[in-house]
């Protein structure tokens, strides 16, 4: 299984963190348009992706909701019909929510910088430090991601601990009718 070390922000000024991030980056890869589907699950998160840079992908993934540095374990499974792949997955399990956004990528070596813009929620920053989930090397990509954040600017009280569907759940009941 694959995993990463990430954080979530909140981010005020998308702009002065698009600068940061490409003086820094080793490559930018471009704009990202993404909706999520997150399927009603027991345990975990299951996502499927429809993006605009790669397709479909089914992603289901465990991480725990914390606002430090954390760990996620998922796979990303390519879909070559992601409309039948949808409607399939909605009858067998339900849809939880939908997530849309509009995402930046930059690479810093193996480290994903995410400038996200998400429908009904806002401005994000995202740190995803990808490996092969080999225990051994998850000191080293804490301290990637902590170096990343001090460069960056990243404060800790704009840290989140959950996902973007969980921030959407939040929402008072009234904002939610539209997901």
């Given at each position: 299984m694959s995993a990463n070390v990430e954080i979530k922000a909140r981010c005020a000024d998308l702009e002065a963190l698009r600068a940061k991030a490409a003086a820094i980056a080793t490559q930018r890869v471009g704009l990202d348009r993404q909706v999520d589907t997150y399927f009603v699950t027991r345990t975990g998160r299951l996502k499927l992706r429809e993006s605009s840079l790669s397709g479909g992908q089914l992603v289901p993934y465990l991480r725990p909701d914390t606002e430090a540095p954390r760990v996620s374990d998922y796979q990303v499974i390519p879909v070559a019909d992601p409309d039948a792949t949808r409607r399939l997955l909605s009858e067998l399990l339900?849809?939880?929510r939908v997530v849309r956004k509009e995402r930046e990528i930059f690479l810093y070596q193996n480290v994903r910088i995410?400038?996200?813009?998400?429908?009904d929620l806002g401005t994000f920053?995202?740190?995803?430090a990808v490996y092969d989930g080999d225990p051994a090397k998850e000191p080293g990509e804490r301290r990637k991601v902590d170096v990343l954040m001090k460069e960056l600017g990243v404060r800790e009280q704009d840290l989140v601990s959950g996902s973007y569907e969980g921030l959407l759940?939040?929402?008072p009941a009234h904002a939610r009718s539209r997901t």
């Open positions: 339900g849809v939880h995410h400038l996200d813009r998400v429908e920053m995202e740190l995803e759940d939040e929402r």
